[in-house]
């Protein structure tokens, strides 16, 4: 099958100079778009645009989708809004930054409109804010040099999450299971990976509470699922307001030693109730971040900002 990659047709050389207010310009186009809600009041561009972050800078980040990859399934649609933007001239953008920087800039701002929609924390707290720095200067890909891409499974056990995630961006068992917070946005869906759900009920709002569903405080009853005639395993639980949630094992294993069937990622000791397995050694991580939503998005913030400079040297700051 041939490989469709979107991505610029030629590499894009380092841009000279970027201003703060340049920068601030181009967020506010992005916020915009961003914040559009659909029909339900949700939007589905929050989670989105960090996706397509983190599936832009598995191998690099460089401004490529390749479709025919399994796991980029439904990243067209905010690929396509996001292209139609950056390669609209009159707004100035593909002067400016290459295409990987206007994808990873979009990413930061998922996650500021993210953050923004978070429920109010009480009459005297103030809901953290997410702090990703942003630096310009990534390349664009060439098509005829682009590698083929592994990204991580959604059934594996957690030595091999915790290796994909160190291999591929140096990050710690800390940084990963704080990235892997990201998945308080969106949902999955059948006909994009076989799983189907979501992690938390909304799924636009980021915020800590994807650990909280998963740590024992969370007040979520798991078991395991059965999906595509016994071919595919994932979790589900519904909290005491009865609205249903979802876990992938790669989410369990942060928490709860679970020892999944490496093809089908069944689980045989604890699939009826997944508090009879035996803690995992990321647990004291995950019920941590659940305590404490600004010491997480603080920890988010440094290895967001880290993942979306893979690959890229000399990036710089707006001037």
């Known amino acids: 099958m041939m490989r469709y990659l979107l991505c610029a047709l030629s590499a894009v050389a380092a841009v ?107 009459r005297n707290c103030v809901n953290p804010t997410p702090s990703v720095t942003f630096r310009y200067g990534r390349t664009d890909c060439n098509p005829a040099t682009v590698a083929p891409r592994s990204f991580p499974s959604g ?23 704080a990235l892997l917070g990201a998945h308080t946005l969106g949902e999955a869906h059948r006909e994009n990976s076989g799983f189907r759900g979501r992690w938390v009920p909304r799924k636009d709002s980021f915020d800590n509470d994807y650990f909280v569903k998963l740590a024992d405080g969370g007040g979520v009853s798991w078991s395991q699922t059965s999906l595509q005639r016994g071919t595919l395993y994932q979790w589900n639980g519904d909290d005491a307001s009865g609205r249903g949630h979802m876990m992938l094992n790669s989410d369990m294993v942060l928490y709860r030693d679970i020892s999944p069937n490496a093809t089908t990622g069944q689980t045989l000791t604890c699939p009826t109730n997944v508090a009879l397995c035996p803690y995992a050694a990321t647990k004291d991580i995950v019920e941590e971040f659940a305590a404490d939503n600004a010491g997480w998005m603080a920890e988010f913030s440094d290895v967001f900002e880290k993942m979306i400079e893979h690959g890229s040297t000399n990036l710089q700051l707006p001037a």
Request: hydrophobic share 45%.
């Open 155 to 177: 059934i594996a056990n957690l030595t091999k999450t915790l290796q994909f995630f160190a291999s591929e961006f140096s990050f710690t068992s800390r940084e990963t299971v």
């Open 16 to 122: 000279q100079s970027l201003t703060t207010s340049q920068m601030e310009n181009i967020k506010a186009l992005l916020a915009n778009l961003i914040d559009t809600a659909n029909a339900d009041n949700e939007r589905p561009l929050v989670a989105a645009t960090v996706r397509l972050a983190f599936h832009d800078c598995v191998g690099g980040c460089d401004g490529c989708v390749d479709f025919s990859h399994a796991d980029n399934a439904g990243l067209q649609t905010v690929v396509g809004l996001l292209d139609a933007m950056y390669d609209d001239t009159s707004n100035g953008i593909s002067a400016l930054i290459s295409r990987a920087d206007f994808y990873a800039l979009a990413g930061i701002v998922g996650v500021e409109v993210g953050a923004s929609l978070q429920l109010r924390c009480g």
